[in-house]
């Protein structure tokens, strides 16, 4: 088998829901302590597509770009408390 390279970008709309004593603290753990662990696998047979993963560029978008030139499908970060 041979082995391929590459390089890929990501656009991913998250919904999430988490636990946290403030907003503040909600905020530091998405924007300061956040890490992403990161599988592609193979829809049929759920094994792993890729070999090695490097995640070393990575960031949630607290505002999308604006101006001439915009990152397509990323939508301005919002965090709400529960009621």
Same mark, same amino acid.
């Given at each position: 088998?041979?082995?391929?390279?590459?390089?890929?970008?990501?656009?991913?709309?998250?919904?999430?829901?988490?636990?946290?004593?403030?907003?503040?603290?909600?905020? @530091?753990?998405?924007?300061?302590?956040?890490?992403? %662990?990161?599988?592609?696998?193979? $829809?049929?047979? &759920? /094994? +792993?597509?890729?070999?090695?993963?490097?995640?070393?560029?990575?960031?949630?978008?607290? @505002?999308?770009?604006?101006?001439?030139?915009?990152? %397509?499908?990323?939508?301005?970060? $919002?965090?709400? &408390? /529960? +009621?």
């Amino acid at each position: 088998m041979k082995e391929f390279y590459g390089d890929i970008s990501l656009i991913l709309d998250l919904s999430f829901s988490m636990e946290a004593s403030s907003m503040d603290e909600a905020i @530091e753990k998405i924007f300061e302590k956040a890490y992403i %662990s990161f599988n592609v696998k193979n $829809e049929e047979t &759920e /094994e +792993d597509i890729f070999t090695g993963v490097d995640v070393n560029n990575w960031y949630f978008v607290d @505002e999308p770009t604006q101006g001439n030139v915009m990152q %397509s499908g990323v939508r301005p970060f $919002e965090i709400y &408390e /529960e +009621d």
